[in-house]
């Protein structure tokens, strides 16, 4: 190549980096700070940034790399050495503010993920007091039939609230049977009956959900709730069927939960707990 081929693509790229050459040779014994890192840099450190800067602009790079090797006498492998110090800072300093950066997104999520839950849980108590206010005009009511339909319509919407997959009031079997509602908890499904007379309930009423348990599924299971109560020999009745299907609950195991006395998961799995291995059909709020 040619001293002029030489010359024509290297005075570009000088006058580009002229300056910054010129304030570098010219300052020797000052130092300077790296704009990224905050670090200070000296004659030493700033080369290896010029030269690599000079590289990216032209092919004339290595005869500007010697020129400047030679001024501050420097070797390639020290141009290498100290490129990487100012690297590595760089690359670390990079890092923090990435992970600041996602910190500060992180945190929104946090507050925006807490101000959800709080409305959530405003909603959910707004709820409930509608049920218990909707259950205490219940209690007043004098229409026994008004109180039984409602009374179906109350217990959905408590397992709704729970979470608990529900299936409101349906008929199978051509119309043969009438179940009052169901709901799903671990893999099992549970029919439920619900009564609310003045008179406590009785042994026959009770055969009714056993038989449609009997007729149902493997993994189903029945919720007698009366909420008045039901006859002495219910109980002992219950625990000698073998099949052990169907639990209690009566009108103060309905207010404790809607007065959150108790959690009604937790209370139900004690409940079926108490069924499965003591062969006790019922289970108050007061023994959980």
């Known amino acids: 190549m040619t001293t002029a081929a030489v010359t024509s693509i290297v005075e570009p790229v000088l006058v580009t980096v002229r300056p910054q050459l010129r304030k570098l040779f010219a300052d020797s014994g000052s130092s300077r700070r790296d704009d990224a890192t905050g670090m200070t840099l000296s004659n030493g450190t700033i080369v290896p940034l010029i030269l690599d800067a000079m590289e990216q602009r032209s092919g004339a790079g290595s005869i500007l790399r010697a020129r400047i090797r030679s001024r501050c006498h420097l070797t390639e492998n020290e141009i290498a050495t100290r490129a990487t110090t100012i690297q590595k800072p760089r690359e670390l300093h990079s890092n923090i503010e990435l992970m600041d950066s996602r910190g500060a997104k992180q ?3 946090a507050q925006k993920e807490l101000a959800r839950l709080e409305k959530e849980r405003v909603e959910l108590i707004g709820r409930q007091d509608d049920l218990l206010k909707m259950f205490n005009e219940l209690a007043e009511s004098e229409d026994p039939q008004r109180r039984g339909y409602l009374l179906q319509d109350l217990l959905c919407g408590i397992f709704d ?3 608990f997959p529900v299936v409101r009031s349906f008929t199978r079997n051509n119309g043969a049977e009438q179940i009052d509602g169901a709901f799903s908890m671990d893999g099992w499904h549970y029919l439920v009956e619900c009564r609310w007379r003045s008179k406590l309930a009785d042994l026959r009423e009770l055969d009714g959900l056993s038989g449609q348990v009997r007729r149902s599924g493997k993994q189903t299971m029945g919720l007698f709730l009366s909420i ?4 002495d020999n219910v109980s002992e009745m ?8 169907v639990a209690l609950m009566d009108g103060y195991d309905l207010r404790c939960v809607l007065e959150e006395k108790v959690d009604l998961r937790d209370f139900l799995k004690k409940k079926y707990e108490r069924l499965n291995l003591e062969s006790a059909p019922f289970l108050g709020p007061l023994s959980t």
């Open 228 to 231: 008045n109560g039901w006859s």
């Open 161 to 163: 609230l729970y979470k």
């Open 107 to 109: 945190r929104e999520f």
């Open 238 to 245: 219950l625990k000698q069927n073998p099949d052990k299907s």
